[in-house]
């Protein structure tokens, strides 16, 4: 199993650019997470799905879009990218919601000039 | 929205001592989760705790769930360079949503 992987690693955008951050998971996981990580702080939620089709927004969406049309894949779309959106992104998957075991991707560094 | 304090912020030790962190909620959670980011990687959990009062270990690692809901600790015994990172917990209640703390830094200095 090759767990939660996201691509790209690392990416550089101009201001108004857009872009779609790529996450799959092989382990049949329900649930998704999109997480963003700022410098010093916590992970923010971003958006959430329980299942494919099924979509909702976290503590922090403005900004973001995001689809599930398949329960391995959870992409997060920036459409006018913002220096406010710099962060490192982390997407995650459990089985279930609430206190069950998230695994963690090894995250986005995305950097907005 | 729910907030988690942690603290230390910050923990510059020497290998072989002991480290304590805590973690302080505004409201009540479920479960309390510790988890633990290496550099440039996504963080891993730890130890997950379910009851209040709850007393869970994971070889060094000895993490509680306070008496009152609104706190956890997480305590390391004998420090490797190893557990160098980004310490983290992260609380839940009744929704799928976790809630995590801003992190304790630990630092070991040779």
């Known amino acids: 199993n090759a767990g939660v992987t996201q691509t790209p690693k690392f990416r550089i955008l101009k201001i108004g650019q857009s872009m779609t951050l790529q996450c799959t998971q092989d382990?049949?996981?329900?649930?998704m997470y999109w997480y963003r990580q700022d410098p010093g702080m916590g992970l923010k939620l971003i958006y959430y799905?329980?299942?494919?089709?099924?979509?909702d927004k976290g503590e922090v969406p403005n900004g973001y879009n995001v689809s599930r049309s398949t329960t391995e894949d959870f992409p997060l779309r920036l459409e006018l990218a913002a220096p406010s959106q710099t962060s490192v992104y982390f997407c995650?998957?459990?089985?279930?919601?609430?206190?069950?075991?998230?695994?963690f991707g090894p995250g986005t560094r995305l950097t907005v000039l | 929205g729910q907030q988690l304090n942690q603290s230390p912020q910050s923990m510059f030790i020497q290998e072989g001592e002991d480290v304590s962190m805590n973690c302080t909620s505004s409201?009540?959670?479920?479960?309390w989760l510790w988890y633990k980011q290496d550099p440039g990687e996504g963080p891993v959990l730890l130890i997950a705790?379910?009851?209040?009062?709850e007393l869970t270990s994971n070889g060094r690692l000895t993490a509680q769930f306070g008496i009152t809901r609104k706190d956890s600790f997480l305590n390391i015994s004998a420090s490797i360079p190893s557990d160098v990172g980004i310490y983290f917990c992260?609380?839940?209640?009744?929704?799928?949503?976790?809630?995590f703390g801003t992190g304790t830094r630990l630092t070991i200095i040779p």
């Open positions: 992260a609380g839940y209640f009744g929704n799928e949503k976790l809630t």
């Open positions: 799905s329980v299942g494919a089709g099924i979509t």
């Open positions: 409201s009540i959670f479920n479960t």
């Open positions: 995650a998957s459990s089985w279930t919601g609430g206190g069950d075991t998230q695994y």
């Open positions: 705790l379910y009851k209040a009062g």
């Open positions: 382990m049949n996981h329900n649930y």
